[in-house]
């Protein structure tokens, strides 16, 4: 089993900064790649960030030069630090891990519980 712990999220006004973590826990024997996703309401489930096995990230157009992706390996742990934020960021925010299942032999995602994000005008 694993369980992927998000924390961070809040209200804040606009121009000012939050950080998002997420932490998973369980059976884990290699993680791909992480990322963050994002779902404003009535709107689809978008892609913020994702950050490969070696580090390289990757950015929707939308949050590029405002936010930054970053994992520390050691402790299973995806961050994303979200500067000048807009009230067009206000969503719910789910990380997403890529994690080797040795029961299925296949890279199985698993999916955080979501954190609210409200940015405020």
């Known amino acids: 089993q694993v369980q992927l712990v998000e924390s961070g999220g809040g209200l804040v006004q606009a121009g000012g900064s939050l950080r998002l973590s997420c932490a998973a826990s369980g059976s884990i024997f290699s993680i791909n790649a992480m990322g963050w996703y994002r779902q404003a309401p009535g709107a689809q489930r978008d892609l913020v960030a994702i950050?490969?096995?070696?580090?390289?990230?990757t950015y929707a157009d939308s949050v590029k030069g405002r936010f930054t992706i970053s994992r520390d390996n050691a402790k299973n742990t995806v961050y994303l630090q979200m500067n000048s934020l807009k009230p067009e960021d206000t969503a719910v925010y789910y990380c997403n891990y890529n994690i080797f299942s040795r029961l299925r032999h296949i890279y199985v995602d698993y999916w955080g519980q979501g954190t609210q994000v409200t940015v405020s005008s």
């Open positions: 950050i490969a096995s070696g580090g390289t990230p």
